[in-house]
């Protein structure tokens, strides 16, 4: 298996311009769940889907920040409008329920 | 309230020596991840250890649930190794991860 797929990998964008962030799970897993990295404040889960619903999303950080699952295959993270503090690394992960979850290589996002 | 605690929270080790990190969590898990970030950002996955040892390589993990800790061993450590160690653990009745805040190790040749 080609483990988690996120793309892209880099993202170097302007304030106020419209973020899309892809991930493709593991094949078979059912869970899928979106962190975000910074130095202040660690890894911090954004939101969690469980067979393409959303069933937390409670660590989105505002309106701006959107996540939809259209398939198992399939995810995407969107910030609208971006701003400066968003900058991060965002990751993207997958389990199937009670087991490892397994962690893509991350979309290093920087807003100027 | 529920804490995951890493300790130490840095480490300094010449190539070829041996050590041990640790992971207290304060309640019972599910499921209890190690895993490593490399420098280049990369969280690879070590060992899934809710209880009992393990062993990969120069690795090895011991997780004791009724203690509610968990151990990583470095053995031999090489350059590497360098990285900062995550141990996360599942609690009983949550779905999601709860990360430490890692032990930055540094290997020096």
């Known amino acids: ?112 | 309230g529920i804490q995951v605690e890493q300790s130490p929270p840095d480490l300094i080790l010449q190539e070829g020596a041996n050590s041990t990190l640790r992971c207290n969590f304060s309640d019972s898990v599910n499921n209890l991840q190690w895993f490593h970030q490399n420098p280049w950002g990369q969280l690879i996955n070590l060992f899934y250890i809710p209880s009992g040892t393990k062993q990969n390589g120069r690795l090895s993990a011991t997780t004791v649930a009724t203690e509610r800790y968990s151990l990583l061993y470095i053995s031999s450590s090489q350059t590497t190794d360098s990285g900062v160690y995550f141990c996360a653990v599942e609690f009983i009745n949550d779905y999601k991860l709860s990360f430490g805040a890692g032990t930055t190790v540094t290997v020096r040749a």
């Open chain 1, 1 to 112: 298996d080609a483990g988690v797929i996120q793309s892209p990998r880099h993202e170097v964008t302007e304030m106020g311009q419209e973020v899309t962030l892809r991930c493709k799970p593991i094949s078979g897993h059912n869970s899928l769940f979106w962190y975000r990295q910074t130095m202040m404040r660690g890894l911090e889960l954004l939101i969690y889907f469980n067979n393409n619903v959303p069933i937390d999303d409670s660590g989105m950080p505002e309106d701006r920040f959107s996540a939809k699952m259209p398939n198992a295959s399939f995810s995407t993270l969107k910030i609208q409008p971006s701003e400066p503090r968003d900058s991060a690394v965002y990751f993207c992960a997958s389990s199937a329920r009670g087991h490892e979850q397994y962690f893509g290589p991350g979309t290093r996002l920087t807003v100027t």
